[in-house]
């Protein structure tokens, strides 16, 4: 039984005592007066009547009329005179019914009063005994009256008592009901905190589960600080904090083989041209200074286009990749503001930033754009300090050429219905964690990736309208093939209020499918809009649904701001997981994120695994599973 019961049972059971109580005590000490009251006045009334009777006399009329008058006015029961030798002289009796008042009450508070005798004389003779019993009907009615009086009064006093108590037990059950709140956060690896509420056994309580939260978020800092230094040293340079040449190649060739909106995008070089001059004429200091500003720019127009990724691949040179922009202007706008910004800053000579821009699709190769973007460079140093140029490639890729075309074409695809691909999610022993389902559309013939399409649709802010069509092909497959299914969200439509009531209704409609959804978002997209994401988790998380984040990796150590939201696994992103066979930095780092995520009840899952290899040193790191194109479920 529950608290809250035991203490609405042991309020309605003192209450019930406390009137039962009080009502026998009030009720027999009202019975004990009254009776003590019928027996007084039974006593002088036939005291009185024998008096008058014996200053009479005796004649039997007389006598007769005198009881009749007394009877008629006295409220009596009985009145019989009886002869010295026994024989009945006169009586008068009346009907023993009560009115008014029920025969259970009567029963349970019967009066026990004797009749009241009294002898008359005839001189210095007894004429005759006189017997008088009062009529008891007005103090069984005075009773009732008074044990009803006393029953609404404790009535009264109960409610008052109740609407008491629970308002006692409501400001009781509110933080209770926070602690068991927290407990179970607790016991499912959600380290939340709670407010310290009032009540000190409570208080206590709740200060040394947040004391523990607070540990374990410590922890969880310190620990995921540590990998992130240990990655930092792995894949950064020291001295800007960009990605190394490597690390940088990883990304793009990681971007190139996607199947979502990274495998489009732009991708832009720039250099600081004359760097050993540089070098000489401010030193070395100052130019690592001026390397770093130029870094940190270059980070600044990622973040602000979402998901972009730095790079420095040499002394002087520096790669920026934003994936998902089909507008050229807007990063080429951005890049040129920022580096004049940094010429202008510095003014003790003059800096030469030339920049080269090109778009990148999946068909193209990192040689190919490489090769196009050093010559595009190299003509822009021709232009002026900051000179820029864009690769003019055909593009083999681009469907349609105008954004009208793109608006119809998209929305009749979407009309028609997303086509889900299928990509297994393996465990350690070889079973289905759940089957990746990317987005198809059919656009001039063909069903198309999303590579090709969702920089469009971002564009024309198709996104929800597209999130929600896949919601719904999603589902009616899990109905078909009753199997877990992921599906991918773009970061539009976390913030889109209405898009999130439609998908809350409809995964309501559907409970059985929705406790077989996977649902995932891209890391940037969770930690650019924290509150909005965690919006989500709380709508979706008591439906069922598992909720998760893909290409993890650089902001991994911002985990402890989602560890009580409700994420349900990771999916670490293929640059941490290409070549780790031979990796043993890597594979520290790896096995590090794997044992944080089972710390707070998350699974760890390898992306992009392209051999055995991998695979297996994935598994044996202590990651719970693994996709990618080495990844094949078993027939």
């Keep these: 039984m529950s608290l809250i019961k035991q203490l609405w049972f042991t309020v309605i059971a003192i209450l019930i005592l406390t009137l039962g109580g009080s009502l026998a005590v009030g009720l027999t000490a009202l019975r004990s007066y009254t009776e003590q009251e019928i027996r007084v006045k039974n006593s002088d009334n036939v005291n009185a009547l024998a008096l008058s009777m014996s200053q009479l006399d005796k004649d039997p ?3 007769e009329l005198l009881m009749a008058a007394q009877f008629d006015t006295g409220h009596y029961q009985l009145i019989e005179l009886h002869a010295p030798d026994g024989e009945l002289i006169a009586r008068r009796e009346a009907d023993g019914r009560i009115a008014s008042v029920p025969d259970w009450f009567v029963d349970l508070v019967r009066f026990d009063v004797p009749p009241s005798q009294a002898v008359i004389q005839n001189g210095w003779q007894q004429y005759g005994t006189l017997t008088l019993q009062s009529h008891h009907s007005f103090a069984y009615h005075s009773l009732w009256q008074g044990a009803a009086r006393l029953i609404a009064w404790f009535g009264l006093a109960a409610l008052v008592g109740l609407l008491l108590a629970g308002w006692i037990v409501r400001t009781i059950r509110r933080p209770l009901e ?9 016991g499912a690896r959600r380290f939340t905190t709670s407010p310290e509420p009032r009540t000190r056994e409570l208080r206590q309580v709740v200060q040394a589960m947040n004391r523990l939260s607070a540990s374990v978020g410590q922890m969880l800092h310190t620990e995921s600080e540590k990998l992130d230094r240990l990655r930092r040293r792995l894949q950064q340079d020291e001295a800007t904090g960009a990605l190394s040449r490597d690390a940088f190649m990883t990304q793009l060739s990681t971007h190139l083989e996607s199947d979502d909106e990274r495998a489009n995008g732009s991708l832009a070089l720039v250099r600081l041209a004359q760097l050993t001059e540089v070098n000489q004429a401010l030193g070395r200091a100052h130019t690592n200074e001026l390397l770093k500003s130029l870094s940190q720019g270059l980070h600044r127009i990622a973040l602000a286009q979402g998901g972009g990724v730095v790079g420095r691949l040499n002394g002087g040179d520096f790669a920026l990749l934003v994936p998902g922009s089909e507008d050229p202007d807007q990063v080429a706008e951005a890049l040129s503001a920022e580096l004049d910004a940094l010429r202008l800053g510095e003014a003790s000579m003059r800096l030469g930033l030339p ?17 196009g973007l050093d010559g595009a460079l190299a003509a822009a140093e021709t232009q002026g300090d900051l000179g820029q140029q864009w690769v003019e490639t055909p593009r083999g890729d681009l469907l349609y050429t105008n954004r009208a075309d793109w608006r119809h074409a998209l929305e009749q695809a979407i009309a028609q219905g997303p086509r889900l691909a299928n990509f297994p999610v393996l465990d350690a022993e070889g079973g289905l964690m759940h089957r990746e389902s990317p987005s198809r559309l059919y656009l001039k013939g063909e069903w198309r990736a999303a590579g090709t399409f969702m920089p469009w649709v971002s564009r024309l802010d198709l996104s929800t309208l597209l999130d929600l ?6 589902i009616a497959t899990i109905t078909r093939e009753q199997g877990p299914l992921g599906i991918n969200l773009s970061p539009a439509s ?10 809350t209704a409809l995964l309501k409609a559907h409970p059985e499918e929705a406790k ?3 649902v995932e978002l891209p890391e940037s997209a969770a930690l650019r809009d924290l509150e909005r994401f965690r919006h989500l988790c709380r709508e979706l998380y008591p439906l069922g649904c598992r909720i998760g984040l893909e290409h993890v990796g650089s902001e991994f150590t911002r985990l402890g701001d989602l560890q009580d939201s409700g994420l349900s696994y990771l999916k670490f992103d293929r640059s941490l997981i290409q070549g780790i066979e031979a990796s043993p930095q890597r594979q520290t780092i790896l096995r590090g994120m ?4 089972h710390s707070l009840g998350i699974l760890a899952i390898a992306e992009g695994v392209a051999s055995d290899a991998e695979w297996q040193t994935a598994i044996d790191l202590g990651l719970d599973g693994a996709t990618g194109p080495g990844v094949r479920l078993a027939d």
């Design 61 to 63: 009329v007389i006598i």
């Design 178 to 186: 926070a602690v068991i709140a927290q407990a179970r956060d607790i």
């Design 355 to 371: 920049s080269a821009l090109c778009h990148y699709a999946p068909e193209d190769t990192i040689g190919e754009l490489m090769t």
């Design 469 to 474: 069509a896949v919601t719904k092909a999603a």
């Design 494 to 503: 976390i913030r889109d209020a209405r898009f999130l009531s439609q998908l």
């Design 516 to 518: 077989l959804l996977w």
């Design 594 to 597: 794997a044992t944080l995520c």
